[in-house]
């Protein structure tokens, strides 16, 4: 997002100043008298305007690209929409606007799953406001920059490639990404969220096998499609690369086989993304869930059991169980996946919809300010 509305800046900003240019070669004398100090601030309020809006859209995009892309599929990974009664707890005070209490009861399985409705996890969430609307967002910075740091250390000083020192680095850091699946599907909680950590050796015995797969298919959707580009002669752009492939062929016919190129390379980045990078990572967040420590209830309707794969230590069971990987996808349903899938869909159709947003409300103001600056300096 951030690059087009660079682009689109730079386009208005450019544009701004040929307007400057043009009125200044105007003058009789071929120079502009100099700025008063009201044109001085006039100049200034484009780039006043674009800063005011990009803080305005920055808690809708936390909204989009973390809550709806992250948190809500993560709960409906876990949500069981036929758990066990006992399995089920549900705020008393689950309504919009509501302070929390923090107490639970056991209740019927809803008859319609949380999670099938974006306005019913939506409304969920804001329970508890914008700490509820922005859990884990601190975790999960936390994670990131660290896993990308301590990739790239690796990668410096060993002779591994990039990609296996992002795997090391997740397998390292394998505690955090598994107290953000924590605080994600639990209510907020005063414990700071490195105190939500769980021994490194019990997380990694879980999660070590999850994460290689994830890890693989992850890799597999970006390399396989690059390398049937390269068989397929995809063009990298097209300007100087695919000149260089196509020799003598017009920007049409340089963009036709593009898109012709293009379209088995985009489908098959889509199924690997549908039959491999999301089932492994449908499988480790459910494993990590399986981790869920006793003390702590789900905020959805959450079989800890597993339909009865494991004996958590809630039930009595021991304290290390955990969910193996043939087990978290096998009691992962077929309305499970219909849901989760529903999910992904509704939430690509929300960006898409906060994209057209941001390009038009930036759009308007640009040409608010294009009109403005023609007013003050056009008539001249």
Known sequence: MLHHIAALGGSLAKRYIEVEVNDASGDPSGNRPPASADEAVLDLLPLAVY??????????AIGVYYTAHTVFPTLAMIEDPNPPPEYTPVLLDAQEGSAPSGQFEVVE???KPITSSLRATHRLLWVWGREGYCRGLFCALITLFSTVILAAFITVYTPLPHFVGSFIATVLLTQLSTAWVHIAITPPSPRAWYSRTLPFRYVFKATALPLLAHWAASVAAVEIPRLLAFIIGLPIGLDQESTRIYPGEDRDTRLS????KGIPVLALTILLYLFAVIPTQVILVRVQASLLPPTEDAIIPFDRSFKGKLDPAVLGGGSETFLTMRDALTTFGREGWTRLVKMYLKVFGITVAF???????FALEGGLMYALGWLLYGGK
């Open 355 to 361: 994209h057209i947003v941001v390009m038009v409300t």
């Open 257 to 260: 086989t593009f898109l012709l």
């Open 51 to 60: 800063i005011i809006t990009a803080l305005l859209f920055l808690y809708p």
């Open 109 to 111: 399985a809803n008859e």
